[in-house]
């Protein structure tokens, strides 16, 4: 009987210092650092597990995976994967939650002090000669705004908008969890998503993108910030309109953003962010707010472990 072929499709996504635990039964192991759209189809067309972040497995690549069974998926994010199709054809999928909930708190803080103190701008202007030519032993070209005592909007409230709510109480935040976006009614412990948007310093996106999410954040939402609010996306690029934000930041609409992700990955210059990364209230990081070296380490024992569990016959994190 010839052993199951464990395919990995983007092995790169996670850093060569990670190390991934050895599978439990017998086994052949092909792995590729990168796979192009056009290459998928042959290399998965006799795999009976696929590893995967975010390379794209639709019904046209999947039609030639006959002997497919289990699809890993090496994130938390499902959106590449056709669970319908999946789901028809018998084929499991699992992803992975919890990984990151210390990583991706400490990055959303991390951007929120540096874009409260406008630590960009002070930078950009000594490089520009601007404290030089001051002769002052110090300079205010920025508003420096305290954390504590200020409020955070959290849109998303599953393990890493709860981690982030959980750090930012330690730092002297209040927290609020906004309720869905157009909801008739407001649960228990939630606030009016309106509410959180007018009121809070600074907004902070954990949600999962969905049709019901796209551009969460537009022009419209941003008219109601309050002109101190930052806004940090560490969640998914589509959440924000990304032109509105540039113009929220151009016309002073809020004070600052942190972004993390954006909606084609990598972004390149026809991005708008990309394009204006010379805004002094404006930071970019190339959605690396998961990756600290512990939480990469854990997802990818979770990851041998989910395909060790699902060739036991005992699968665990499934999404269908």
């Known amino acids: 009987m010839s052993k199951p072929k464990v395919v990995f499709l983007d092995r790169a996504t996670i850093p060569s210092q990670i190390s991934l635990k050895a599978l439990g039964f017998e086994h052949e192991w092909v792995e ?22 975010k390379v794209v ?50 990055h959303v803080i991390a951007m929120l002090f540096a874009l409260k103190r406008n630590l960009k701008g002070y930078h950009q202007d000594i490089e520009r000669d601007v404290w030089q030519r001051d002769k002052q032993f110090c300079f205010f070209t920025h508003p420096i705004q305290d954390i504590a005592g200020s409020t955070l909007g959290i849109f998303g409230s599953g393990s890493l908008g709860q981690a982030t709510g959980v750090l930012a109480k330690a730092i002297g935040m209040q927290v ?19 509410e959180v948007l007018k009121t809070a310093d600074a907004i902070s996106l954990h949600c999962p993108l969905t049709t019901q999410t796209e551009n969460l954040i537009s022009r419209e939402e941003f ?5 101190n609010c ?40 026809s991005n708008p962010l990309l394009a204006n990364s010379d805004l002094p209230n404006l930071l970019l990081t190339p959605h690396v707010a998961w990756g600290s070296d512990s ?15 699902f060739a036991a016959g005992s699968a665990q994190n499934l999404v269908t």
């Open 230 to 269: 930052v806004l940090i996306n560490a969640g998914r690029g589509g959440l924000v309109d990304e032109v509105a934000l540039v113009d929220a930041l151009r016309n002073g609409e809020i004070a600052g953003a942190g972004v993390d992700v954006f909606t084609a990955e990598p972004a390149d210059k």
């Open 32 to 53: 590729y650092d990168f796979t192009q759209p056009n290459q998928v189809a042959e290399r998965i067309a006799d795999a009976e597990i696929v590893i995967t972040n």
């Open 295 to 309: 939480a990469i380490q854990k997802l990818a024992d979770i990851l041998m472990d989910n395909i060790d569990a």
């Open 176 to 194: 609020m969890f906004a309720e869905r976006k157009g909801a008739s009614t407001c649960r228990e412990g939630y606030t009016p998503f309106e």
């Open 223 to 227: 008219q109601m910030m309050k002109s």
């Open 57 to 106: 497995l639709n019904a046209s690549n999947l039609l030639s995976a006959s002997k497919l069974r289990f699809i890993a998926v090496s994130a938390t994010g499902v959106n590449n994967i056709d669970l319908e199709f999946c789901q028809s054809n018998g084929i499991s999928v699992s992803n992975i939650q919890g990984y990151a909930t210390q990583s991706v708190p400490e």
